[in-house]
């Protein structure tokens, strides 16, 4: 596969997407929760304690929430079917002993579905992790086993063939030991460009997620889904209260469209697909400078950042409250070689 042909053929298939979106409702959005290691302290930069997350879990079952497996939710925004309102998605990205042994009894316990991502190279090596054993045990008990790849590469950096090659190792060992292998995707770190965006497609996964925070929609790229990160100070109840109520910005025609930063500071900008009320309120941060200017031109929203974008990763954020007292999010994640 040439880089160049690979890259304008995702450009092409994502102008098609973005041109047929349909207009937003509350029901065909959803919200994905991602959670990394358990009651560990010693990177706690991706640690959840258990009363987090049994506040979290409260606070799902008392509020109105349909908490709902992440392949029956991605099933239904890629078919059209309607969901519940506020309908929300529980993922893990690290087959680790404390969701074993911490997470997992409190989240079956209190009947809620959940998905661990996990690396197949970490799960053959050992050590820290869970074996082919726990994840059988656990799928067996209702938890579904989605994919980081084989060696949680970070797809940007890598190349082509060393792209493609992970797939299918992690693939190829997922169905040795599970006897399937997984059609639901996480990019590792979040790190996503156009052609490892369309090897993910072309594998065959139903859809892919990132680390970019805002509510799943319908109109979106399936294959470059945001999820909100609930790890220490982002996982206090208020913001978790915020998150999970939480309504897509419904973005298209997004420019770029590519994730990794070719111009620095990019040109970033998209389209609503539908007239918001109160969008002069929208607001966008970026985590590298701060609030940035936004730019209205009827239905386009041009952002416009200052400051290059260091390398490594860098969020954007767009929120706008609602009439009703929720937020619209909207968020992209740049990675900068």
């Known amino acids: 596969m040439r880089t160049g042909c690979a890259a304008a053929a995702v450009m092409i298939w994502l102008f098609g997407l973005f041109a047929l979106a349909p207009p937003v409702r509350a029901a065909d959005s959803a919200v994905v929760l991602l959670y990394h290691r358990f009651d560990d302290d010693r990177v706690a930069a991706l640690n959840t304690t258990s009363d987090q997350l049994a506040s979290h879990i ?24 309607r969901l519940p309102d506020k309908t929300v998605a529980i993922t893990v990205d690290d087959a680790s002993y404390g969701f074993y042994s911490r997470a997992w009894p409190l989240l079956r316990d209190a009947g809620l579905p959940v998905t661990l991502f996990v690396a197949t190279d970490e799960i053959d090596h050992g050590g820290e992790t869970l074996g082919w054993s726990q994840l059988r045990e656990l799928r067996a008990e209702g938890v579904t086993i989605g994919s980081l790849g084989a060696a949680r590469l970070r797809f940007p950096r890598v190349g082509v063939e060393a792209a493609a090659a992970d797939l299918g190792r992690a693939q190829s060992r997922f169905a040795q030991e599970l006897g399937t292998a ?35 929609w ?64 929208l607001s966008c941060y970026a985590s590298h400078e701060g609030q940035v200017r936004v730019e209205q031109l009827g239905p386009r929203i ?36």
Not at 61 to 71: A, E, I
Not at 249 to 263: F, G, N, Q, S, Y
Request: charged letters at 20%; proline letters at 11%; hydrophobic letters at 45%.
């Open 58 to 81: 409260a606070e799902l079952k008392s509020g109105g929430f349909t908490v709902l497996p992440l392949p029956e939710i991605a099933h239904a925004l890629r078919e059209g079917r």
């Open 182 to 216: 997984p059609d639901l995707f996480a990019w590792p770190g979040g790190e996503a460009d156009a052609i490892s965006i369309a090897l993910v497609r072309q594998a065959g996964f139903l859809a892919a997620f990132g680390q970019h925070s805002g509510a799943l």
């Open 218 to 281: 319908r109109g979106f790229n399936p294959y470059y889904l945001p999820r909100f990160i609930m790890i220490g100070a982002h996982g206090e109840l208020d913001r978790f209260r915020l998150v999970v109520r939480s309504l897509p910005l419904p973005a298209v025609d997004l420019t770029p469209a590519d994730p990794v930063v070719r111009v620095n500071p990019p040109a970033f900008g998209f389209t609503l697909a539908e007239e918001i009320p109160g969008i002069a309120a």
């Open 302 to 337: 041009e952002v416009r950042m200052t400051k290059p974008i260091p390398p490594g990763r860098a969020r954007l954020n767009c929120t706008l409250p609602t009439l009703d007292g929720r937020w619209r999010w909207f968020g992209w994640q740049f990675a900068t070689p």
